[in-house]
């Protein structure tokens, strides 16, 4: 019997892969990828995006999911009908967490290969809207890609220390002209909770700072709307799950 990702009862229900209430405005093919454990698992393309995924429990789905749903859907059409401007803190947050709510989700479309996200960090999300410690999220505007995306990326890499590795999971989902990308980590339990990470990015066609606008760690001044350069098609999509270097540098103590 699958149980809850978020709380353990009964999977009685299934999570919507993509949100419905804005996939009736895309085309019907959606594309998946991911990597779990350093290996691939191959690409999968959709021809109807209403994907569901047994993974959650009815409280959850038309409770707690629900209403973060609802909060999100105004914010996300204002992003991709560009009525939206200027992001507030509170948007930032809302938008970072239900991105990595998504993240979480979509790990399930594999429920034989082990998960990233802890099942802690899943009750905390679900309780009390904690967003796992060593997370980044980024929002992006697309051009050229009219369906659904998603694809996770599995990186692990020793930190210079030598105390152990650095696992990061990145997830990056393009809905329409939205694109947004988390990245949560895991580092050794020798590693103070109140460390910085930064994360360490590989060069691209342009500036990340020109493509990508952070929205977790929330900044307190609103974020400008839409960013100086989009991402082309999937091939912009493709460069932007990959930009990651991970365990090149050891995270950066708090002062």
């Not at 999911?65 to 947050?93: A, C, H, T, W």
């Not at 967490?97 to 429920?111: G, H, I």
């Not at 360490?200 to 760690?217: C, E, N, R």
């Not at 999509?237 to 991970?246: A, C, G, M, N, P």
Request: aromatic share 10%.
């Amino acid at each position: 019997m699958r149980k809850c990702i978020f709380c353990q009862n009964q999977a009685s229900t299934k999570e919507d892969a993509w949100p419905l209430w804005f996939m009736r405005s895309l085309p019907s093919k959606g594309y998946i990828d991911a990597e779990r454990g350093g290996i691939s698992l191959g690409a999968w393309l959709f021809n109807e995006p209403n994907l569901k995924i047994r993974c959650v429990c009815k409280t959850c789905n038309n409770g707690w999911m629900s209403r973060l749903e609802n909060r999100v859907k105004p914010i996300v059409l204002g992003l991709i009908e560009n009525s939206l401007k200027l992001i507030s803190s509170d948007d930032q947050f809302v938008l970072s967490l239900w991105a990595v709510k998504n993240a979480m989700v979509f790990e399930n479309l594999y429920p034989e290969r082990p998960r990233f996200y802890k099942d802690e960090e899943r009750h905390q999300l679900r309780i009390g809207n904690v967003i796992p410690p060593w997370t980044s999220a980024w929002i992006s505007k697309c051009v050229n890609c009219l369906g659904p995306y998603t694809l996770g990326r599995d990186l692990r890499g020793p930190l210079s220390s030598g105390i152990g590795e650095c696992h990061t999971y990145a997830t990056t989902m393009a809905f329409g002209s939205l694109a947004l990308q988390v990245a949560s980590s895991h580092l050794p339990p020798a590693v103070p909770l109140s460390t910085i990470l930064t994360p360490d990015f590989k060069k691209g066609p342009w500036p990340w700072d020109d493509i990508t606008i952070q929205v977790w760690p929330t900044s307190t001044h609103k974020r400008v709307w839409p960013n100086k350069v989009g991402l082309n098609g999937v091939l912009g999509l493709d460069e932007f799950s990959k930009r990651f270097r991970v365990g090149t540098d050891d995270p950066v103590p708090r002062e």
